[in-house]
């Protein structure tokens, strides 16, 4: 257990104002954050205050050049109130491939992990135990550092909020496969979970749900021929009993839950490929009834199955199957993520 951690308790909580039955996402926050800050060239002692704005320089280099990382992680509570997190050390190693390709300092394991547990005990009545819902944690670091030089800051903060949460997407998640713009190209910072791949989406992504569209499939930038992601998942395709995924590359997130889901997924003895799949074949598998199912896979979006995708102005929609992929492996993982279920992979850490 963690107990070296400075904690400032807020004088109130603000618990009995939420309705834990009607959780949307991510937009209530609990009563306390974690706050680190890089000074002088060194990350000072993580602390927990209570929840509350933070004040920036205007000039601070966030605002300007976009210095600025996150993780999305999920707090689960178990039938007996213990509490657990799925694979944190994976979000801590990618936050700091993050950091550095975007030339912020890496952070110190202890920071990250000590920090994560003691916010996660304090606030562990705010984790809600109603199905699907549970406690989304966003660690994140910015460049608080002042000046309109175009380098990076000589300040940082990172600081870990919460928000207790119900699913992402509200209904089914319709898709488009885009053609004109790109998330992300090769070299440059795609696969980092950096502030700005998602503002560039969001353009794009509005135009795409202006014709009803949930989220944009992103496809590859030099020839939009193969699916790479989605905007805030990974993408799995069956073609018959084939599960099939794009493999990583330097412009597609290495999801925690997309690798988790293909262990699991051999697991059950589904027959998996990393490879690369073509709107191509995704159209054509599609005309021709081979393809089963989609579903995206993330920490938000757990595993939601898309229910139609768009391509060239044709929706092809997607069968409803009694047993899916997508409802097994979303049993295998949550059944892991909420403790009902033997973890024989050893994902499961308890706070
Ligand atoms: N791809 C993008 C662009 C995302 O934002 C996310 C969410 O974090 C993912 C994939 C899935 O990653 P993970 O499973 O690690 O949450
Ligand atoms: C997550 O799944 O944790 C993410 O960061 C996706 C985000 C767009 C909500």
């Known amino acids: 257990m963690v107990n070296n951690i400075a904690i400032e308790k807020a004088k109130t909580s603000k618990i009995k104002d939420v309705d834990f039955d009607n959780l949307s996402f991510g937009s209530v926050y609990t009563d306390h954050m974690l706050v680190c800050d890089y000074k002088n060239g060194e990350w000072s002692a993580p602390k927990i205050v209570p929840y509350q704005p933070i004040t920036l320089d205007p000039s601070a280099k966030i605002f300007h050049y976009g210095q600025s990382i996150f993780e999305g992680m999920k707090a689960y509570k178990d ?12 979000n801590f190693k990618r936050l700091n491939k993050s950091a550095k390709r975007l030339a912020i300092p890496e952070l110190p394991e202890a920071h990250f992990m000590e920090g994560l547990m003691a916010l996660v005990h304090l606030e562990s009545d705010w984790i809600p135990k109603n199905p699907g819902s549970s406690l989304y944690i966003r660690p994140f670091v910015f460049a608080s550092g002042k000046g309109f030089h175009a380098s990076p800051a000589g300040e940082y903060k990172f600081i870990i909020a919460c928000a207790p949460s119900g ?64 905007g805030a998942m990974n993408v799995f395709v069956r073609i018959n009993d084939t599960l099939l995924t794009a493999p990583t590359n330097d412009r597609i997130l290495d999801g925690i839950t997309r690798k988790s889901i293909l262990d699991i997924a051999k697991d059950e003895g589904i027959k998996t490929e990393v490879r690369k799949v073509s709107v191509h074949e995704l159209v054509e598998a599609a005309k021709n009834g081979s393809l089963k199912e989609m579903f995206g896979a993330g920490t938000a979006a757990v595993v939601s199955p898309i229910s139609a995708f768009g391509y060239e102005g044709v929706d092809y929609d997607l069968p409803e199957l009694a047993d899916s992929y997508a409802s097994r492996l979303k049993k295998r993982i949550t059944d892991i993520q909420y403790n009902r279920a033997e973890d024989k992979f050893g994902w499961r850490h308890e706070v």
Do not use: C
């Open 79 to 90: 039938e007996d109130e213990k509490v657990w997190l799925f694979r944190p050390l994976e």
């Open 167 to 230: 699913a992402y997407f509200s209904g089914k998640v319709k898709v488009l496969i885009e053609q004109t713009y790109s998330r992300a190209a090769n070299g440059g910072v795609g696969y980092a979970k950096a502030g700005g791949n998602y503002a560039g989406q969001f353009y794009p992504t509005q135009l795409a749900a202006e014709k009803g569209y949930q989220q944009v499939i992103w496809t590859d930038d030099n020839t939009h021929e193969f699916i790479e992601e989605a």
